[in-house]
Structure formats: C-alpha cells, structure tokens
C-alpha cells in the first residue's frame, strides 16, 4: 500500500519558521508531481506549494516569498520551508502526490498552529 507521511508541523510564534517533511513507502516508482495543500477549520483544503517532475515549483500568493517546497533528487520526499509564519497560516498541512496506475496519494496531515 501506498503511503505517505508528514512530519514536522507544531506549534510556533508569528514570525517564526517550520519545517515539514513528507516521505513516501510502498512503492519503487517515482512520484510524477508532489504537493503541500492545507486546510483550516471550515474552509475548503487548498494547494499551498507543488513541484512537478520536470523540478518546476508554484505556489499559492498567500505564501509566495515566505514558503520554498524541495524535493532532493526528484524523488519520493518533499519538504515545505515555511518562514516569516502569520496566524492566518494555521491550518492542517497535507502532503499529496500523482503516482502513475495508483492515482492520487494523500498524507494523513500535520497540524501547523501559528500564534500571534
């Protein structure tokens, strides 16, 4: 079975930085594109950032310049650089990736609580 897995959400003060990580298990094949979405309390889950397979990177414009998701080597890991954190940030993080012949991978979210 196919998995992935966040780590690293917390708690933090505004203006501060976390890191989250996400790591795949149950599958050789590599993830075409990867994706850190979010979602708050009564609001709709939200794409953030996402790294396509060719190494392209988007991002939401609420965290453009705050936020940096990488991906080493292209494989199955990527990670979500938060800095310069506001309260509006606080939301669970989900790591999500498109894997050939499986379809969409969701992780079971990491929560991110940013006090002012």
């Known amino acids: 079975q196919v998995q992935l897995v966040e780590s690293g959400g917390g708690q933090v003060q505004a203006g501060g930085s976390l890191r989250l990580s996400c790591v795949s298990s149950g599958t050789r094949f590599s993830f075409s594109n990867m994706a850190w979405y979010r979602q708050a309390p009564g609001k709709q889950r939200d794409m953030v950032a996402r790294?396509?397979?060719?190494?392209?990177?988007d991002y939401a414009d609420s965290v453009k310049g705050r936020f940096t998701i990488t991906r080493p080597g292209l494989k199955n890991t990527v990670h979500l650089q938060m800095n310069s954190l506001k309260p509006e940030d606080t939301a669970v993080y989900y790591c999500n990736g498109a894997l050939d012949r499986v379809g969409s991978i969701w992780g079971q979210g990491t929560q991110v609580t940013v006090s002012s």
């Open positions: 790294i396509l397979s060719n190494g392209r990177t």
